[in-house]
Nanobody, 125 residues
Framework: QVQLVESGGGSVQAGESLRLSCAASGYSYYMGWFRQAPGMEREGIATRYSSFSSPYYADSVKGRFTITRDNAKNTVYLQMNSLKPEDTAMYYC?????????????????????WGQGTQVTVSS
């Protein structure tokens, strides 16, 4: 069982930046981030296999968010720049011990078997 602990959420103004961190108690193949706004489904934002692999991003955050991973520390980060009010959501770290995640299915929630408790990000205009 892998436990995930997120940190770094908060309230910012539009255009500002935040960095989220997620520390895992063990290794997982993929680590990434999902978010869920009130009344909306949880959506995948970004995921990454290792610091040497290409990450996957949702179109809504490409060019603004960057996911990095430190495999030695079992930690994944999400640098969020140029934040917009529509980025307001609860952000969840997710990890998968299952092989087979690829560019077509990386944002499928059922492929991730470990989840953090979430950290709130609020962006005001």
């Amino acid at each position: 069982q892998v436990q995930l602990v997120e940190s770094g959420g908060g309230s910012v103004q539009a255009g500002e930046s935040l960095r989220l961190s997620c520390a895992a108690s063990g290794y997982s193949y993929y680590m990434g981030w999902f978010r869920q706004a009130p009344g909306m489904e949880r959506e995948g934002i970004a995921t990454r296999y290792s610091s040497f692999s290409s990450p996957y991003y949702a179109d809504s955050v490409k060019g603004r968010f960057t996911i990095t991973r430190d495999n030695a520390k079992n930690t994944v980060y999400l640098q969020m720049n140029s934040l917009k009010p529509e980025d307001t959501a609860m952000y969840y770290c997710a990890a998968s011990s299952r092989p087979g995640i690829n560019g077509l299915n990386w944002n499928h929630r059922h492929l991730y078997n470990y989840w953090g408790q979430g950290t709130q990000v609020t962006v005001s205009s």
